[in-house]
């Protein structure tokens, strides 16, 4: 090797070292996820497992867009661990996106990487023929929905920071479950949004319980879905009960699993009694039944209900069980 040779790949180690380049550009960036890696389907909720970590002042991620926040998992006693709750929304775009979490540690960040692998779901097409005035909107009528659209968006804006729920969630109403999540319903030839939660059908009246233990952040009559119930749970979940004949709570009422909080009802735009049950988790349309899947222990509250007062008497002019479904 000639002097010269030996000179020029001295300067280009010397070079490089000093300004960074990409030698090889058609390589790409590192690989993320390189802590792990989860998968789910669109409208499902997946248990994100971070060992190792313990006594962190906060363990944050982000996915997507939307904050998951972590909590010490309570199966290790005390131990290392921590748990997140992440809602896969029904319309998030398949393939592999990356959830970053952040544990803060004292007065050091632990960054951590992981791929999560979204896996497109078949949700069924719903084709309604109704009377014109059930699905089109007067001036008056869309000028109270978005009314009450922004009622709810501000209701639901801030999270309680503590976890509310337990382990285990219930099935709010033993009824016919119709499995209309996430359809896609075509109403007099018209495309509409996504149905964002489950219709499950049982008689006027029917007692409606809370899904778990929670705050009762907003109750509402709405255009559409009638009279409603909305419960926080703490750290970005929260769960909606629609359609009700009657609401035995009022808004920041502390409530337990299995807490009788209304009645079935087929109030706002419904075709029968009925009870629609919705879940969001950091702003995730996610299906409820997937709660229920998640593996946690069973919550006692499933077996024995508690009841409550009626706040007024139950509305019963119908004792239908056909399942309904409402008109939005």
């Known amino acids: 090797m000639s002097f ?3 000179f020029l790949i001295i300067a280009v180690v010397l070079l490089t070292s000093v300004f960074p380049v990409e030698l090889f550009p058609n390589t790409g960036p590192v690989p993320r996820g390189g802590d792990g890696q989860f998968s789910g389907r669109q409208g499902q909720v997946v248990v994100i497992t971070v060992p190792d970590i313990k006594d962190a002042t906060s363990v944050k991620g982000q996915f997507l867009g939307r904050r998951v926040t972590f909590f010490p998992d309570p199966s290790t006693g005390g131990g290392a661990g921590y748990l997140g709750l992440l809602g896969i929304d029904m319309q998030d775009e398949p393939g592999a996106h990356e959830l970053t979490i952040d544990a803060q540690l004292g007065e050091q960040t632990r960054h951590l990487s992981y791929q999560v692998l979204v896996l497109k779901e078949k949700f069924s097409i719903e084709h309604l023929k109704l009377p014109k005035e059930k699905v089109d909107l007067d001036e008056k009528a869309a000028a109270r929905w978005k009314a009450e659209q922004e009622q709810v968006r501000k209701a639901l804006a801030e999270e309680s920071a503590m976890r509310l729920w337990q ?7 033993h009824g016919k479950r119709t499995g209309i999540f996430g359809s896609v319903r075509i109403m007099n030839g018209q495309a509409r949004n996504p149905h964002s939660g489950e219709d499950i059908g049982a008689p006027m009246g029917t ?12 109750t509402v009559d709405h255009i559409f879905s009638g009279r409603g119930i909305f419960v926080d749970h703490g750290l970005g979940l ?6 009700l004949s009657d609401v035995l709570v009022k808004e920041g009422d502390l409530i337990k699993a299995g807490q009788v909080i209304g009645k079935v009802g087929a109030t706002g735009r419904a075709t029968g009694p009925h009870l629609h049950w919705g879940m969001k ?12 899947e998640l593996p946690f222990p069973q919550n006692p509250a499933a077996a024995r209900p508690i009841s409550a007062t009626p706040s007024s008497p139950v509305r019963t002019e119908s004792n239908s069980a056909s399942v309904g479904g409402d008109t939005r």
């Open 4 to 6: 010269l040779d030996r």
């Open 238 to 243: 929260y769960s909606m009960y629609f359609h």
């Open 281 to 292: 988790l950091n702003g995730a349309r996610v299906n409820p039944y997937t709660l229920l």
């Open 167 to 173: 382990v285990g969630f219930i099935e709010p109403v």
């Open 207 to 218: 007692d409606v319980m809370a899904s778990n233990d929670g705050v009762v952040r907003l």
